[in-house]
């Protein structure tokens, strides 16, 4: 290559003018398709895929660009390696988040969303991602939304979706049921109101029953540990015993007291059982009382008529608050219904009360309290002066020994005041109490999950309605797929009110329609579904955008999927990612999929802050993308956000320390501009090369782009050693291995040294394995001046890692009994230690 061809033709070298190159690029990109995947002919298929954002009116965030970027950068290594990459991109554009502030601002979200849609693509192709945006998709287009409505139906089919009076907490400023994750100390996360509880008709999803199967298969799934762990504690596996306890002096009857369901006209009666749930069958012994959800559909008829208003004003106090505040009051309310029950271990009655730390979705709504060696119980026992019995103490401490506090310990432990199970350890005893209940009806082995069934039904406006409709005649009908979708109509007022109900409610002449069924007047399903069944299947819909007859082409998923590596963020360790394994599942076993995992591959990405702060409108540390890239390009402001720190963690973001990274890119440009091809590159500059080839290609599978960035500034570094000219061989290796992180200028650069096509085309290069090795030199190593040994180091070595080597070598370290009072080194000759 010669010079003249790196050069102006008055002579002078061409500055890095990012901002012309980067039009430059993207315009060609579009204009060449160069991101245009083709989906049927790819022989080595790679989908890369990243979390669709929520397009706010604020625009992209930076922490939006740092995801984006770490995937892109892998996606495009990718592709480099010889895959054909389909890395597409679209919008979760639906939502509470849509609604709310298109109701601050006095738009309609109709109107709103499209052009905040406009505006992140704008942002998001300025960043230069490698986007196939022919695929882009929304989940607000009726195209899109009318498969999630068949999402539904398919659940619906398989008896996975059912409708329930249920408990929920309810935002009375939103107007909007809330997840228990979105209540923060009694308080809604978006506005801060108080958060009470309501019992609404929801619609939800048995994902109860996939609770062992998306458990199991955590165990082989290559994904982040941390997000394992989170979904392994929300599923929540226990094995434990459910025990019943029969209710002393009552009877349920079976019939009403005006009509006999004997042939003899007498109402049937039956004995009536509460069940719990336990993990601690082994302090059966030490349950003195039980506790009820004040929902319990048993608390009204428990209640003695002496009870009965207590009860009723307890039941009315719960009901005013949140489910999340009620687990963590540490206030130990409740009431005495006046009813008793019969410990079946120990044949005693023991009193029923209802309290507030008792939810019905626990379990079976009810729980033994063993207050000896339970620390709510404790507290609650202690609060209304109920017995405490301990069953379980530590060896050599005697069974009467009184409790200060519960006592929790089961290791070095065993049973007391447990009939013929005393002595037995705490393992050796649950099992064997509950094979002894078990014999006479009173227990029996159970597996529980903390894992319940996803309510997806939302009172408000802008979502996908619920494709069902209600007959008087036929029942719940669900709506014909040849009727899909059910588009949500156009309605000026989509404010929420305080019912309860949805808008839509408001819309007779939408809601009112004949029965699918038998033609008869029938209504429609009011509410919308949850924004999380909207993309819990969004990454199976992007290759197949193009068909409008199918959700998802059979062939191009069975070509493109499972997912081979999605990243995200850790905040969807639980709700999102596990509700699209959940989806994937039930679409496998419905036979519309091959696989039951959606993503081969997963990895968390961490969290950027500003100067050690967390970034908020507040503080006034927000990072606009677009303002640093305009200032100093995207290849800079990509390449800086993956310098700030090891991705899955994240890191701080100051304004002082991108420049570093801009003069990085500099320095690459000038040292391709100024390369020549004459003669043979330098040994030692090919040998860092190389180094930093082998470094990069291990650094970037790893999500390690905090340090294969470094080595790359450290390799240019010792190519302009002393201001010398590159030669070309040295620095077209560097062109590629930037790529992923600066893909504007790596195109210039690949196009100035003569290439034609895309350096993405152009393939990964190969490091020599001998060449890349480490040169090393003979140290001598003295102690106290007299010759101890030799040891081999690298050239370059320094006096720190000179004398660790030499202190490892046995020989040699064992002259050195101490701390060195001083050392003498002389580069690539001499270690003297003195001791």
């Known amino acids: 290559m010669t010079e003249s061809m790196h050069r102006t033709p008055s002579g002078e070298v061409a500055g890095y003018d990012p901002a012309a190159i980067e039009r430059k690029w993207q315009r060609r990109w579009e204009d060449r398709g160069t991101h245009h995947t083709d989906l049927d002919a790819a022989v080595r298929p790679f989908y890369a895929l990243m979390m669709f954002p929520y397009p706010s009116a604020e625009g992209l965030h930076v922490g939006n660009l740092f995801a984006f970027t770490g995937i892109d950068i892998y996606g495009r290594f990718q592709r480099l390696q010889g895959h054909t990459v389909f890395e597409p991109l679209g919008f979760d554009a639906f939502g509470i988040h849509s609604e709310n502030f298109a109701l601050k601002v006095g738009t309609h979200p109709a109107d709103l969303i499209p052009r905040n849609i406009d505006n992140f693509r704008r942002q998001l192709k300025r960043a230069g991602l490698m986007v196939d945006w022919r695929h882009e998709l929304s989940t607000t287009d009726p195209a899109y939304y009318k498969w999630t409505q068949w999402v539904f139906l398919e659940l619906f089919k398989r008896g996975l979706a059912y409708r329930k009076r249920a408990a929920v907490n309810w935002c009375p400023n939103d107007k909007a049921v809330l997840a228990n994750e979105q209540v923060i100390a009694g308080e809604c996360e978006r506005c801060g109101a108080r958060v009470e509880q309501r019992f609404l008709e929801q619609w939800f999803f048995r994902i109860t029953d996939y609770a062992r199967r998306l458990l199991a298969n955590l165990d082989w799934l290559d994904w982040s540990e941390s997000t394992k762990t989170a979904q392994r504690n929300w599923i929540g596996r226990s094995e434990g015993a459910e025990i019943t306890f029969r209710v002393l002096d009552f009877e349920e009857f079976s019939g009403s007291a005006t009509a006999a369901a004997g042939s003899s006209g007498e109402v049937v009666a039956h004995p009536v059982d509460i069940r719990v749930f336990t993990t601690r069958a082994d302090t059966v012994f030490g349950a003195t009382y039980l506790v009820l959800a004040p929902e319990h559909p048993l608390v009204d008829a428990l209640a003695t008529d002496e009870q009965r208003a207590d009860v009723a004003a307890y039941k009315a106090r719960t009901a005013k608050q949140d489910i999340v505040t009620r687990k963590v009051n540490k206030q130990k309310t409740g009431v005495f219904t006046g009813a008793y029950a019969m410990n079946p271990a120990t044949q005693q009655p023991i009193p029923i009360w209802i309290a507030d730390y008792v939810l019905m979705e626990y379990g079976t709504g009810a729980i033994m309290a063993v207050p000896g060696h339970d620390e709510r119980d404790f507290e609650f026992a202690t609060t209304h002066d109920l017995p405490i019995v301990r069953v379980v103490a530590p060896f050599g401490v005697s069974a009467h020994a009184p409790l200060a506090e519960a006592y929790t310990e089961t290791e070095g432990t065993h049973l007391v005041n447990s009939s013929g199970f005393d002595g037995l350890t705490v393992n050796e005893a649950a099992p064997a109490i509950t094979t002894w209940l078990a014999e006479s009806g009173h227990a029996h082995p159970i597996v529980n999950y903390r894992l319940h069934d996803w309510c997806i039904s939302r009172q408000r406006y802008w979502g996908p309605p619920i494709p069902i409709i209600y007959c008087d005649a036929c029942g719940t009908v669900p709506v014909p797929e040849r009727d899909l979708p059910v588009e949500l109509p156009f ?229 302009r050693r002393n201001e010398r000219r590159p030669h070309v061989r040295e620095v077209e290796p560097l062109i590629h291995l930037v790529a992923p992180f600066a893909p504007h200028i790596a195109e210039e650069l690949w196009e100035r040294l003569g290439h034609e096509g895309s350096v993405f085309d152009a393939g990964w290069p190969a490091y020599d394995a001998e060449l890349a090795a480490e040169a090393l030199i003979t140290l001598a190593v003295q102690v106290n001046g007299k010759m101890r040994g030799t040891i081999r180091v690298p050239t370059e070595t320094t006096q720190a890692a000179a004398l660790s080597a030499a202190l490892a070598d046995p020989a040699i370290g064992k002259f050195v009994p101490g701390p060195p009072k001083k050392v003498v080194f002389v580069p690539g000759r001499l270690l003297n230690v003195v001791v």
């Open 491 to 719: 309605v000026e007022d989509f404010k929420p009110d305080d019912t309860g109900v949805s808008p839509l409610a408001r819309v007779e002449s939408w809601y009112r329609v004949a029965c699918p069924r038998c033609g008869g007047s029938a209504r429609r399903e009011t509410d919308v579904s949850d924004t999380f069944l909207d993309s819990a299947w969004y990454f199976l819909r992007y290759p197949s955008t193009d068909f409008g007859d199918v959700p998802f082409d059979r062939e191009r998923t069975e070509k493109w999927l499972p997912v081979n590596s999605y990243i995200g963020g850790n905040e969807h360790a639980v709700l999102h990612l596990l509700y699209s394994r959940f989806v994937t599942m039930v679409l496998h076993d419905a036979g519309h999929l091959e696989f039951e995992e959606p993503f081969t591959r997963f990895r968390a990405h961490g969290t950027i802050v500003r100067e050690g702060a967390k970034m908020s409108k507040s503080r006034g540390n927000v990072v606009n993308p677009d303002e640093y890239i305009e200032h100093w390009g995207a290849d800079t402001f990509r390449t800086y956000l993956m310098f700030l720190g090891p991705y899955e963690e994240g890191g701080d973001f100051r304004d002082q320390s991108i420049a570093g990274v801009r003069r990085f890119l500099d320095r690459l440009w000038s040292s391709v501009i100024d390369a020549d091809g004459i003669g043979e590159p330098d040994r030692d500059v090919m040998r860092k090369v190389h180094q930093t080839i082998r470094k990069v290609s291990e650094d970037v599978p790893a999500l390690a782009y905090n340090t294969a960035i470094p080595a790359m500034m450290e390799c240019i570094n010792a190519i």
